[in-house]
């Protein structure tokens, strides 16, 4: 509760100077809004300081495993390479460790990706460096075969998560090598090592053109607890409980960068526009989930002066989830909008539907092998998202996020069935105080999964959880004047 | 994330500072080029060691090879100095990436000077066109 205290009085001074909280856009006088620099005005980039970096990353970290963990597959020779080139040992899908795969590879190409936008490189062209770097290390760094998985959510979830923690990074600590205090240093090294090196390397010179400032943000962290979780096999006739799971602390957070609402916010670059959440529960069955989705290409609509302002375009997705019943994780594009209409003077509606293709997913059980007969499918797969939220400013808010994968298993032995994955969360909350607010959230899930025309099953799951919600504004996610 | 985004939700108290200006009598920042020399040392550092280790688990290498014991053993020994010359190897090739960030440090150079202009030119009975530029 003290911590809880100290984070909502730091909270309060959230609109520090140099921010776009403190100052609404529509205040500013025009002429400083006409003053400020284009966002692809000066450009300074090194193509050769994050080849280098790459490298020099990709070859540490295979020394790491050949001197300090021992790793069997970093045992490379000319044998393991050649076998790579000429199809003996080619190209396939891996299924090491669920998080390895579906999270390491992601954030291993985030590394190389901040390398390469911290350098001044462009978005799309900072992705060839991911997708270079990462075929390297398929053909060099491992003994096992190159796997095709590993390429694709190194490169596009390396991106993807990459380009949020970059954007989060420059919002911490700003273009141009100004000072800054300790503490944002050091915070702007925990989100962004490689852009903290590369701003001490070229002295803050080096910009990609492509990131605006003063984004438009939205922010709310959510500790709470989880009250209860329970896991039931919906196949036969009567529910047979797998898990029921008591009391846990949960911690959540929601950044929405690029808000809609802000009538001086364009989108103009790929992620200008991003919603990236992230929740850890435990202790017991620890649950962990990282869901982001950026505007890739598109388009905005709604004016100045509509009461609907929105967004429209393809949308880059990196899923991860070890949510109630499975583990699910995927990469892909989808297309879709999102949506902000002001229904009253303070009531809002907000919306997002999107609909995508995964190139690469990953679903199964949370470990829960000896009670069924197989726990993942991997293959390609769709994913929809269906979210509504609607917003009484000062007061509180209402919202349902429904999120739903389609899962083949073509890329493993037995090629077939399915996984078919569905969340849907409710979630209410009501200011308590200024920048407090409490809530409930009920999670619901529902699993089936198919491994042939006789072997279907399904899971459900649903949950209860307590939360406390810190915000800068008291604005539930709403921006804008 | 979760830890990261924390940090950054809290950054919310510390007063930001802007981006200094260079301002007439303020001290200058060290040059990207200033740098270099430093960047360069330690990437000859790196180099220097994982050639070490190298050399060192290459002269293991046989030492193990002429051990009394089973060749299985003994396979299994050379395999571990092996691993272990890989990692020197692998050392060394990052000291000399480092060496080759100092050197693109040491040529960080201001950015080119690119323009490009045309003006028409109309004269009794003719005309033109005059391109005139300036590259790196």
């Given at each position: ?49 994050p080849a280098f970096e790459a490298a020099a990353f990709n070859i540490g970290l295979f020394s790491f495993h050949n001197l300090i963990t021992r790793e069997p597959f970093a045992v490379i020779s000319w044998d393991t ?50 997708f270079v770097a990462s075929l390297g290390w398929e053909y060099f760094a491992e003994n096992e075969a190159p796997a095709i998985n590993d390429q694709i959510t190194t490169t596009l979830g390396g991106m993807f998560l ?320 | ?136």
């Amino acid at each position: 509760m003290r911590g809880g205290a100290l984070m909502a009085a730091l909270l309060v001074t959230w609109g520090a100077p140099g921010h776009a909280a403190e100052v609404p856009p529509a205040a500013l006088p025009e002429a400083a809004k006409v003053q400020q620099p284009p966002a692809d005005a000066p450009l300074r980039r090194s193509y050769l300081v994050p080849a280098f970096e790459a490298a020099a990353f990709n070859i540490g970290l295979f020394s790491f495993h050949n001197l300090i963990t021992r790793e069997p597959f970093a045992v490379i020779s000319w044998d393991t390479t050649r076998g790579h080139f000429d199809g003996t040992h080619g190209w396939t899908f891996d299924v090491d460790q669920f998080i390895t795969n579906q999270f390491g590879h992601p954030y291993h190409g985030s590394l190389i990706y901040n390398f390469a936008r911290s350098a001044g490189i462009p978005f799309w062209r900072a992705g060839l460096y991911n997708f270079v770097a990462s075929l390297g290390w398929e053909y060099f760094a491992e003994n096992e075969a190159p796997a095709i998985n590993d390429q694709i959510t190194t490169t596009l979830g390396g991106m993807f998560l990459g380009e949020v923690l970059y954007r989060t990074y420059r919002y911490v600590i700003p273009e141009g090598g100004g000072r800054v205090s300790p503490l944002r240093r050091l915070t702007g090294v925990l989100i962004s090592p490689g852009a903290s090196l590369n701003d001490w390397l070229l002295g803050g010179e080096a910009s990609p053109g492509d990131v605006d400032s003063e984004p438009p943000l939205s922010f709310v962290l959510t500790p709470g607890v989880s009250l209860m979780t329970r896991l039931e096999d919906r196949t036969g006739a009567t529910p047979k409980l797998l898990l029921e799971q008591g009391p846990q602390v949960s911690l959540a957070a929601e950044l929405t960068y690029g808000a809609l609402g802000d009538p001086t916010w364009s989108y103009r670059h790929p992620f200008s526009y991003f919603d990236a959440s992230a929740g850890l529960t435990f202790p017991g069955v620890i649950m962990g989930n990282l869901y982001i989705r950026g505007l890739l290409l598109g388009g905005q609509y709604g004016g100045l002066t509509s009461p609907m302002k929105g967004l429209w375009g393809l949308f880059g997705l990196y899923d991860f989830g070890a949510n109630n019943i499975v583990r699910v994780s995927s990469v892909g594009l989808g297309f879709g909008t999102t949506v902000q209409t002001r229904l009253g003077q303070e009531v809002f509606l907000q919306g997002s539907a999107i609909v995508g293709g995964l190139g690469f997913a990953a679903a199964g059980s949370l470990g829960l092998e000896s009670l069924l007969v197989r726990d993942y499918h991997i293959g390609p797969g769709v994913e929809g998202i269906l979210e509504a939220k609607l917003v009484r400013r000062g007061l509180g808010m209402f919202r349902m996020r429904a999120k739903h994968w389609w899962v083949s298993g073509a890329y493993t032995e037995p090629r077939e069935g399915f996984e078919s994955i569905t969340y849907v969360t409710f979630d209410g909350r009501v200011r308590v105080a200024r920048h407090l607010a409490v809530g409930l959230e009920l999670p619901l899930g529902l699993r089936a999964y198919d491994f042939g025309p006789d072997d279907t099953q399904s899971i459900g799951a649903g949950g209860a959880r307590l939360t406390l919600s810190f915000m800068p504004d008291d604005a539930f996610g709403v921006t804008g004047p | 994330m979760l830890p990261l985004l924390l940090c950054a939700t809290l950054l919310g108290a510390t007063p930001a500072t802007p981006p200094e200006p260079p301002a007439d009598g303020s001290t200058p920042r060290a040059s990207v080029r200033s740098r270099a020399p430093l960047v360069a040392g330690i990437g000859a550092g790196l180099t220097l060691s994982g050639t070490l280790v190298w050399l060192v688990a290459n002269v293991q290498e046989g030492a193990v090879a002429s051990l009394p014991a089973s060749p299985a053993e003994v396979q299994v020994e050379r395999w571990k100095r092996q691993q272990t010359q890989l990692g020197g190897i692998g050392l060394a090739l990052v000291g000399l990436c480092t060496v080759g960030i100092a050197a693109a440090m040491w040529n960080w150079a201001p950015p080119p000077v690119k323009t490009v202009s045309a003006a028409p030119l109309l004269l009794p009975g003719g005309g033109g066109v005059a391109l005139s530029g300036t590259w790196p």
